[in-house]
Structures are given as C-alpha cells and as structure tokens.
C-alpha cells in the first residue's frame, strides 16, 4: 500500500510561483505512475499532470501547459509540481495519485494522498 503526502500549499499572489511535493512511502515508488489533481470548492476534481514511474513521459491539462512541470526523483520517493505564473482560477485543493505503471494517460489511481490548500490572491 502506498502512502502519499502533499506539501507545499500556501497562498500565493496570482503571478508567482510554488512548488508542491508528493512524497510515498513505498520503497519501490520508482515502478508508480504519479498524477497531480485538483479540486476547487463546488468543482469537480480535475486532472493537472502525470508523470511515468522513471519520468521520462509527462503529461499535462491544456490549462496549464506551459506553466506547470511535474517532475519526480526516485531516489528521494518524490514528485514534485512546479507551478508558475499562477492565475486565480488555479485556487484549489491539490491531490497527488499514485498507481503501479502503465500509462500516463490513466483516467484512474488506486492510491491518493490527503491534499494541500493552494490559494492564489489578486
């Protein structure tokens, strides 16, 4: 069973910058996909980002091409979301999901941390 824990939320003022991580406790997170999703108050939640287990294939919503990187560091159990030029309409709470390797375009993850409050102010 995989573990996951968000950090790195906060509030930030639309323009700037942050960086969540999503650390597992699972020794072999290498062999996981890892997906960042996010859910505003009265939304559904959306899909952000996936990454494949060693990083190579990444993947991202329209909304934030270009201004979102997903990255990972397997050797620290680790993925991160860096998020620039930030815009009001990305105030959400972000969920990181784990699920064993297949594709990064999976609609499903079996494993979901606990979530971290990103707000962007005017």
């Known amino acids: 069973q995989v573990q996951l824990v968000e950090s790195g939320g906060g509030l930030v003022q639309a323009g700037g910058s942050l960086r969540l991580s999503c650390a597992a406790s699972?020794?072999?997170?290498?062999?996981?996909?890892v997906g960042w999703f996010r859910q505003a108050p009265g939304k559904e939640r959306e899909f952000v980002a996936a990454?494949?287990?060693?990083?190579?294939?990444?993947y991202y919503a329209d909304s934030v091409k270009g201004r979102f990187t997903i990255s990972r560091d397997n050797a620290k159990n680790t993925v991160y979301l860096q998020m620039n030029s930030l815009k009001l309409e990305d105030t959400a709470v972000y969920y990181c999901?784990?699920?064993?390797?297949?594709?990064?375009?999976?609609?499903?993850?079996?494993?979901w941390g606990q979530g971290t409050q990103v707000t962007v102010s005017s």
């Open positions: 699972e020794r072999t997170f290498s062999s996981y996909d």
């Open positions: 990454v494949n287990w060693n990083g190579g294939v990444t």
């Open positions: 999901a784990a699920e064993a390797r297949g594709s990064v375009y999976r609609t499903t993850y079996n494993y």
